[in-house]
């Protein structure tokens, strides 16, 4: 008999009632179960914990769940008939092979510091906090920031018999409504050109259109664009840096100006390695109006006559008002 059936033929003789019939060995059984899971999240060779990862990680992807289903009935197998318990534990065994520790594809494992910015009358602005982990500490790390695009449009003004007068319009259609990059080094030692033009990971490279979609602006309006959306703190020219600490854990902070516009906002995190995109997840945050900043924009939304009579009402107010104030002096 070779060393592998006598070792087979054990296992199954645990299963197999003891000399006095009753089944004594069921908790040994047990027990050798949960030992064995339990070593499983232990230390491996190298002495830090990459099993229990990928155990976890492994019965969150499974998503019909067939690993349950096979444990679960070898707990109960060990107290019903003996001639079943052999098969049940060599398919638990077969259920178990992928568990071992392997090669990890899992995504990055990220966060926000507040998942809703509220904007109310007193809103000075904020800061989101963005913060994860890597999978090898040999990666790199590109974070971009994309407010809800809306159209913006530029015009060109210039004195004409000492008045000024428009003389050229450009409107470009679906631009961010913010725009912020962050990386764990200067991008153009992360990623190729290529990379980034498919990224749009630069100011330079986003891909804007005018008038719907007709024509590409010429080179002088986009400048004068990103310019003023620079001016107003929604775009950020110059990429920001993404803190390591340590060789896994990171993080980005990006600015919330007061010219925020309300809206759901998404993140991009692009981990790069030998200037290869190898993995991307998307994060995503709102900006929306709170308080009486709040319940005035529901109002003008859902009862806009109301919403004119009390502003007309305000405005007599305050004119009588001003009219009382100045009489008295």
């Not at 296992?11 to 899971?37: C, W, Y």
């Not at 690993?67 to 107290?79: D, E, G, K, Q, Y």
Request: hydrophobic share 45%; glycine share 6%; net charge neutral.
């Amino acid at each position: 008999m070779s060393n592998d059936t006598a070792r087979l033929a054990s296992i199954v003789s645990f299963f197999k009632r003891d000399d006095d019939g009753d089944n004594n060995r069921a908790p040994v059984i047990v027990l050798f179960f949960v030992t064995f899971i339990v070593s499983l999240f232990k230390g491996d060779n190298n002495g830090d914990n990459n099993r229990a990862p990928f155990i976890v990680s492994s019965f969150n992807k499974d998503n019909d769940n067939n690993r349950a289903a096979v444990i679960v009935p070898f707990i109960v197998s060990l107290f019903k008939s003996d001639k079943k318990r052999g098969a049940v534990f060599v398919a638990l065994s077969l259920a178990l092979v992928p568990l071992s520790p392997q090669p990890a594809n899992a995504e990055i494992a990220t966060g926000l510091s507040s998942e809703v910015i509220e904007l109310t009358t007193a809103f000075a602005g904020s800061e989101l906090l963005l913060f994860g982990a890597l999978e090898q500490d040999q990666d790199d790390v590109i974070v971009i920031v994309r407010g809800p695009p809306a159209p913006q449009t530029l015009f060109r003004r210039e004195s004409i018999l000492g008045l000024w007068l428009t003389t050229e319009r450009e409107k470009f259609t679906d631009v961010p409504g913010y725009y912020a990059v962050a990386a764990s080094r200067p991008l153009a030692e992360i990623a190729t050109p290529e990379l980034r033009d498919r990224l749009e990971a630069e100011a330079s490279r986003l891909k804007l259109s005018a008038e719907n979609g007709n024509h590409t602006p010429a080179a002088q309006w986009r400048i004068a664009l990103l310019r003023r959306m620079e001016a107003e703190g929604l775009y950020h020219l110059q990429p920001g840096a993404v803190s390591l600490t340590g060789s896994r854990l990171f993080e980005a902070r990006f600015p919330v100006p007061p010219a925020a516009r309300e809206g759901v906002y998404e993140i991009l995190v692009h981990r790069v390695r030998g200037g290869t995109l190898a993995e991307s997840t998307a994060l995503h945050f709102a900006i929306q109006k709170a308080g009486v900043s709040a319940r005035l924009a529901a109002l003008a939304q859902e009862q806009p006559a109301l919403y004119a009579l009390l502003g007309l009402l305000m405005s007599l107010t305050l004119g009588l008002l001003g009219y009382a104030l100045a009489g008295r002096r």
